[in-house]
C-alpha cells in the first residue's frame, strides 16, 4: 500500500457514482447504533435531503461495558439495507469477527473494522478474501505504522479496496474522549496511496466541537470523513455525546463542502 510501489491514488467505486478518493470528499453519517426502522427512516430522509450517499450505522457494537446496548444484530442489518437501497444510500457498518463477514457481506457495501479489530489479523485476512470495500479505522493506541501494516494484511490477500480511518488515539488527556490525530492525514497521504478518512466524532467525543474538527480534517487533507448524527441525539442508544442533531448536520455538511472548495 506504499506510495512508492504505486503513485496514483486508489479510488473506491460503490457504484451510482459514489467513488471515494482523491478528488472526491466522501461525506458518511448516521448514529452510533442502529436502533429501530423508523430511525432509519429519519436519517435517511436526512441524508437525502443533503445529497449524502453514505449512512453509517452498527449493528454488532464493540461496547466498554457487556451490560450496555450491543447492537440489532443482522435482523437490524437487513432493515438498515432494505432501507437504504430503496433510497440510493450506501451501507458503512462494523464487522467484529470472521464469522459475521459471510452472514453480512450481501447487506453492506463497506466493513468498517473498528479501532478495538485493528489488528484482529484473522479478521483482517478474511476481509482481504471478501473483495468488498473495508474501513480500517486506526487501534485505540495504534501507532500509523501498524495502521499500514494492519491495512498490508487485507491488500495482500487481494482486497485492493481499503480506506485508513483516523479516529483518535489514547493519552493521558482527559477533557475529551481521545486526541484526534490530524497529523496522521497528512503524513499517511504522503506514505499510502489509500483514502484517508477522519471521524472527528470519536477523535474528540464532543457533540459541541465536531464541526471545527471536521473542518480541520477538510483543510489537513482527508478524503473524507464519518460521523455520528440522529433525530434526537440525547436519547441515543450509545454515543448521545458526541453525536449531532440534523439540524447541527446540516450546517456541517454545507461548511465542509464549502471547505473542500477552497482546497
Ligand atoms: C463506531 O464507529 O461507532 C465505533 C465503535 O468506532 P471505534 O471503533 O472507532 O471506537
Ligand atoms: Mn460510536
New binding site residues.
Given amino acids: 500500500i506504499s506510495r512508492k510501489w504505486r503513485v496514483n491514488p486508489t479510488l473506491i467505486d460503490l457504484g451510482n457514482g459514489v467513488v471515494i478518493g482523491e478528488g472526491n470528499f466522501s461525506i458518511m453519517a448516521g448514529p452510533?447504533?442502529i436502533e429501530s426502522e423508523r430511525q432509519i427512516e429519519l436519517v435517511v430522509e436526512h441524508l437525502k435531503a443533503n445529497n449524502v450517499k453514505i449512512m453509517?450505522g452498527?449493528v454488532f457494537?464493540?461496547r466498554s461495558s457487556p451490560y450496555a446496548f450491543r447492537g440489532m444484530g443482522l435482523e437490524g442489518l437487513r432493515m438498515f439495507h432494505q432501507l437504504c437501497s430503496q433510497n440510493g444510500i450506501k451501507i458503512i457498518t462494523?464487522v467484529m469477527q470472521v464469522s459475521q463477514i459471510e452472514d453480512m457481506i450481501d447487506y453492506v457495501d463497506v466493513f468498517?473494522v473498528?479501532?478495538?479489530?485493528s489488528q484482529n489479523f484473522n479478521l483482517l485476512d478474511s476481509l482481504g478474501e471478501a473483495q468488498k470495500p473495508v474501513l480500517l479505522?486506526r487501534g485505540?493506541s495504534g501507532t500509523l505504522e501498524e495502521l499500514l501494516q494492519a491495512a498490508e494484511y487485507i491488500f495482500s490477500n487481494g482486497n485492493e479496496k481499503i480506506m485508513l480511518?483516523e479516529?483518535?488515539i489514547r493519552s493521558y488527556e482527559n477533557a475529551y474522549r481521545n486526541v484526534l490525530d490530524l497529523n496522521a492525514v497528512p503524513v499517511l497521504k504522503a506514505k499510502t496511496h489509500l483514502p484517508v478518512i477522519v471521524?472527528p466524532?470519536?477523535g474528540i467525543g464532543l457533540r459541541d466541537h465536531v464541526e471545527p474538527m471536521s473542518l480541520a480534517a477538510v483543510m489537513a487533507g482527508a478524503d473524507g470523513v464519518?460521523y455520528?448524527t440522529h433525530q434526537k441525539p440525547e436519547e441515543a442508544f450509545?454515543?448521545g455525546q458526541q453525536t449531532v442533531n440534523f439540524q447541527e448536520s446540516e450546517r456541517l455538511i454545507k461548511r465542509m463542502r464549502q471547505a473542500f472548495a477552497l482546497r
Avoid at 473498528?114 to 479489530?117: F, V
Fill in positions: 452510533c447504533s453509517r452498527g457494537k464493540p462494523e468498517q473498528g479501532a478495538r479489530n479505522k485505540i480511518c479516529r483518535g471521524d466524532s470519536h464519518i455520528e450509545s454515543d
